[in-house]
């Protein structure tokens, strides 16, 4: 059962910089191990949205507005290979549409794994450059770019990697600077049609729950060019959805040219938190232009 509800208590503003909020939603359940999602993907307009939980548990349900609110299904990722033995903190993941694998990153292990499109294990990997982040410092956000390499951002630090195609397998990574302002920090990455990539920042703020996000642009062109990764800001989320600790993030295009954002809260099972699942949509021409 998941019980999908809107919440009342909404920022009076309903659109901002090209960004237009169209709901926010608490969703609840009695499962056990429901709570504490850090990452999330669409497999499809109109389909269900799949979240995983900084305690290896995977939940698939069906958006609100489908008909269909309500139905849900969890499931534990106890196949992980030969790293079923490492603790599952999974914080990233990204879906391929064409080919339906996804990509789950292991922050306390520093570790990614792949699954085919029924969810098959396929591969695992500890990719070397990945060891040097601390257990709790490890792979935030993930994202697949158009022409097959791999971003990935690890939490709280001023680097981030490229790679040249599936991490799950052997390769070198280029490794870059990363510059983020007002002190916020990456938790999830969502690729453009331009070959941009959105990116959901937060850091800590006064009050309960104690957390601020924002939204921002990166061009990762500018990694070819040697430069670091400049993350512009594009609107602060406070004004648009309540204040929560939102660390996961989902795109899709529809049929108009705009592009739907899922975004959504990890409750870090805590009282005074909850799950939000939030709904933004985007229209790219508002953006501002590739440096």
């Given amino acids: 059962m998941l019980a999908i509800a809107p919440v009342d208590d909404l920022p009076e503003a309903k659109a901002i910089g090209g960004f237009t909020r169209e709901g926010v939603w608490q969703l609840a359940s009695p499962n056990i191990d429901f709570g504490g999602y850090s990452a999330l993907v669409t497999l499809g307009p109109g389909e269900d949205l799949v979240a995983w939980s900084d305690r290896g548990m995977r939940m698939a349900f069906a958006r609100p507005g489908s008909g269909d609110e309500g139905r849900v299904r969890f499931d534990r990722v106890d196949d992980r290979g030969p790293l079923s033995s490492a603790f599952p903190d999974i914080e990233a993941a990204m879906r391929d549409p064409a080919s339906g694998r996804t990509w789950l990153a292991l922050e306390n292990a520093n570790a990614v794994l792949r699954y085919d499109a029924a969810s098959r294990f396929e591969a695992a990997r500890r990719p070397p450059e ?58 999830d990455l969502a690729a453009l049609p331009d070959g941009r990539v959105l990116v959901l920042l937060r850091k800590l703020a006064l009050g309960y729950p104690p957390f601020t996000a924002a939204l921002g642009i990166a061009d990762p062109a500018e990694l070819e060019r040697g430069d670091a990764l400049m993350v512009r800001l594009l609107v602060d989320l406070d004004a648009l959805v309540p204040p929560e600790n939102w660390e996961g993030l989902a795109s899709e295009s529809r049929g108009d040219g705009r592009i739907d954002l899922w975004l959504i809260a990890d409750d870090n099972s805590a009282s005074f938190q909850r799950t939000l699942l939030a709904k933004l949509v985007l229209d790219p021409r508002t953006l501002p232009a590739a440096q």
């Fill in 130 to 187: 990945w060891t040097e982040w601390g257990s709790n410092a490890g792979p935030e956000a993930m994202e697949r770019l158009a022409d097959g390499r791999f971003i990935v951002l690890p939490e709280a630090r001023a680097t981030g990697l490229l790679f040249s195609g599936d991490p799950t397998e052997e390769g070198a990574a280029q490794s870059f600077a990363v510059s983020i302002p007002h002190d916020y920090d990456a938790t």
